[in-house]
């Protein structure tokens, strides 16, 4: 009625606002399906990956409850000027393969090379031995006794060597670093230096003179063993010891939701601290919803939606000055909304909580019904032959319908629809019925969040992370050293602490300073 009357009394200006109009309408006019707009060109993906992304966007007012489980549907993604010709689809997915080919044979560098370094060191000694009984056997004195100790000395030590070096240097990698580490890079550069060393010596005293002394060709070979083995516990000590006492405090933010977690480690570079640090991420951590991140996004668009701008005062510019009068007008709108944004704030979390506390108490009586009929069906296939009886797969997916509609409006009214898939309920309510578990064992792995690793492999196993440091990341662990976890959906920002030098003091108190001696006087009043 209001917009009517102010209509009515500016009439000579209402041309200029209808011809406004109009251009608004062609701007924001549908595109016809026959593809009249060629400029354009939509993606679409029919996946249900994509449902879910566009459901946790709509705002949970206007979505509609659908009874399918994991439907899928089709979702425009976005617009784009520029199109690909099939060669050049072509040509783009050969460049990704042949980059994840040579990323792949990369990883498998330093292994051959631990391969190539551990079989060098066991020919070596072998060599020693073998070497003079092949070219000047004849010559050699005979040591009797003396030798087989040694050799049984050897054989022993080299065993040792062996195992340690299968336990140390031949273990599954945890990960793919950025960068070489650097003392594993001592340590080999070290070991080849001291076998070349022992090659050179053999070579100019033992190989060109020809030595005959047997004994003493044994207790050089020996000899490298046993330097060997203490190449090996040097390694054991900057590798494994060295890192064990705590030096720094890492603290951990999550960027989206701010979930912080604190940590102490040792003298570390910050390459192996990051891999640290996802490991305790991947097990402390809750695992991250974005659609729980949305809320304000979708209350300020919706608030911005329901403005409506009149300009009915002066004639309109260009349609950029008009476009820009009325994001002004609305940025001024939002602006004296803003005092009353926490009432509404309050308001739509209270309802919020409401509706989810209905849904839980129902989602509660729904599964205690089934595990209710589950003993029910188990007390009478007791009384069944045992080719009868019911596995609990079988039994989980008799009992499921019975819960699923519940359990599916909770974890959307909660926006965890796309961390629980059908199968997986499904394998978790067969293990709890053949773990004979309660249905309050059973509803915690949905009524909390837990840890990212208790999800589906493709909730973490996609995640691809960068390392971002100003300083490098072979570089050791400082106090105040900063760097950054980034992959495409957030970030982990890391900040270190040096833990500071505690000082205990002493004192001492004499077992007889809190003694004290009570004297009561003999007399007493009468």
Known sequence: MDTDSVHSGHSHHSRGSNRHSDRSRERHKPRSRDG????????TINTSSAHSAAADL????????????????????????????QEDLAGFG?????????????????????????????????????????????????????????YLSLAFKMLILLLAG??????????TLPRLAVFKALLALLTLLLLLSYW?????????????NYQGIVQFAVSLVDALLFTHYLAVVLLEVRQLQPCFSLCVIRSTDGETRHYNLGQLSIQ?????????????????????????????????????VYNVDSELGPSSDGAASQSRAKLAAAARHKDTSHSELYYEE?????????????????????????????????????????????????????????????????????????????????????????????????LTSGP???????????????????????????????????????????????IPHIKISEEYVHPKSHKFVLLLQSETSV
């Not at 072998?126 to 040694?150: I, K, V």
């Not at 961390?419 to 064992?441: E, R, V, Y």
């Open 166 to 175: 299968w336990a140390v240097f031949l273990r599954r990698p945890r990960a």
């Open 272 to 308: 192996r601290a990051a891999l640290v640090l996802l490991e305790h991420y991947y097990k402390d951590f809750s695992v991250h919803n974005a659609a729980l991140l949305t809320a304000a996004k979708s209350r300020t668009a919706k608030h911005l939606a329901a403005l409506k």
């Open 452 to 498: 990212t690793l208790q999800y589906g492999r493709d909730s973490w196993q996609a995640l691809q992370w960068t390392l971002v440091s100003e300083a490098a990341v072979t570089s050791p662990l400082r106090d105040g050293t900063e760097f950054q976890l980034k992959n495409p959906d957030f970030s982990l920002v890391v900040s270190s602490k040096a």
């Open 350 to 446: 209270a309802d919020h909580e409401r509706r989810v506390r209905k849904r839980r108490a129902r989602l509660v009586v729904a599964v205690e019904e089934a595990f209710t009929h589950i003993r029910r069906l188990q007390e009478e296939e007791k009384k069944k032959s045992p080719g009868d009886v019911m596995d609990p797969r079988e039994a989980a997916q008799a009992i499921f319908p019975s819960m699923a509609r519940a359990l599916q409006k909770y974890l959307r009214t909660t926006r965890q629809q796309h961390c629980h898939s059908m199968d997986s309920i499904q394998t978790h309510l067969a293990f709890c019925i053949t773990n004979n578990m309660t249905p309050k064992a059973f509803l915690e792995s949905y």
């Open 36 to 43: 009249s707009n060629r400029s354009d060109k939509n993606v």
């Open 58 to 85: 709509t705002p949970p007012t206007t979505e509609p409850q659908d009874d399918n489980w994991a439907e899928t549907t089709t979702a425009v993604t976005g617009t784009s000027d520029h199109s690909l010709s």
């Open 200 to 212: 050179l010596f053999f070579g100019v005293r033992i190989l060109d003179s020809q030595d005959k």
């Open 94 to 150: 050969k460049d990704s393969e042949a980059v994840e080919l040579k990323r792949s044979w990369l990883s498998f560098v330093p292994l051959a090379l631990t391969l190539l370094l551990g079989i060098l060191v066991l020919v070596t000694p072998l060599s020693f031995l073998l070497l003079p009984q092949l070219m000047w056997a004849e010559h050699l004195q005979a040591c009797g006794a003396a030798c087989e100790g040694l």
